[in-house]
């Protein structure tokens, strides 16, 4: 779980300057400002840990005190560890006094310059997102295809909060799960515009459904390729949905959530396995889907109470 704490690995730094011009589709650079790619200068930043999955990426990241310019093609979401006080700027206008504490978010669209000043250290998750993500979500739940999104450099929403924590406690726990991230990505991109767009210009239920026949298709996908990275984009197009549409209509047919059914599909192989084989754990997470045996651990102890190794003994 994280938790907050304040980092000493910092030093209070000067003006610095960050222009995140990089695509979610290149490589996940690494180094002291993750966002930065390695242009220009970012040593007011540690980044503890990151992510990438797909379209999005999380990064637990320290900044130290001074002056930072941001400027990016992807869209922006700040939840605090540590308060965030200081001062900001955006696009030429007046300076404001920033006060964002925990429980309190900020946002900011891609291509919208900002310029803030930290007299303090501060420690937070940054969530990074593509504009394919926001344009595909607009397509489909707004009337006119358009959302004017303004910055919001302090703003209050529990179920943004909740979505930006999850996305962080899957970036701790290491476990790439394609699919939960993609719905994560997703759901924060509707509570977003939601956020942003008159009720009224909603159009929330799909055009087609899941209907039996497509429903029947995803599954036999799901079983052909449980071993495989699957993603909640390749599950929508195998259905003809977009992903937004796809995960509501899945839950609606089934009860549960793509990613939810994946993984009781993936514990239910490998419980298969463990009973009818003498294979490895290791060779078995490989096969069922989890990214290792601690994967495999991890989520079996989770669902069962007990761990692969003690399932097996128990069977023996």
Not at 175 to 183: H, K
Not at 215 to 233: G, M, Q
Not at 245 to 270: C, D, I, N, T, W
Request: proline content about 6%; glycine content about 8%.
């Amino acid at each position: 779980m994280i938790m907050p704490s304040h980092s000493d690995e910092l030093s209070p730094a000067g003006r610095e300057v960050t222009r995140a011009r990089i695509g979610l589709s290149g490589r996940t650079p690494t180094g002291p400002c993750l966002a930065h790619a390695g242009k220009g200068h970012c040593h007011g930043f540690h980044v503890e840990k990151a992510q990438r999955w797909g379209s999005i990426s999380a990064e637990i990241v320290n900044r130290a005190a001074g002056e930072v310019f941001w400027q990016s093609d992807l869209y922006r979401t700040i939840y605090p560890f540590t308060d965030i006080l200081g001062t900001i700027q955006g696009d030429g206008g007046p300076i404001r006094e920033l006060q964002l504490r925990r429980g309190y978010f900020a946002f900011r669209p891609n291509g919208v310059a900002l310029r803030s000043t930290l007299p303090c250290p501060a420690r937070f998750v940054r969530i990074l997102q593509s504009p394919d993500t926001y344009e595909g979500i607009i397509w489909d739940m707004v009337r006119g295809g358009t959302v004017q999104f303004e910055p919001d450099a302090v703003a209050h929403d529990p179920l943004v909060s909740q979505i930006v924590l999850t996305i962080a406690n899957e970036l701790e726990a290491g476990f790439p799960d394609y699919i939960l991230a993609d719905a994560l990505s997703t759901a924060l991109a509707v509570q977003i515009v939601r956020r942003h767009v008159n009720p009224s210009a909603l159009t929330l239920n799909p055009a087609n459904g899941l209907s039996r026949k497509r429903l029947e298709r995803v599954r036999d996908y799901i079983e052909i390729h449980l071993e495989d990275r699957l993603t909640l984009a390749d599950l929508a197009e195998v259905a003809c949905l977009s992903p937004y549409h796809f995960s509501r209509s899945f839950k609606q047919a089934v009860g549960v959530g793509p990613q939810r059914y994946v993984m009781r599909l993936r514990l239910e192989r490998a419980k298969m396995l463990m009973r009818r084989t003498k294979r490895p754990l290791a060779a078995i997470a490989q096969e069922t889907g989890f990214a290792d045996q601690s994967h495999l651990t991890s989520i079996f102890r989770r669902e069962t109470g007990l761990t692969p190794g003690q399932y097996r003994a128990a069977i023996a």
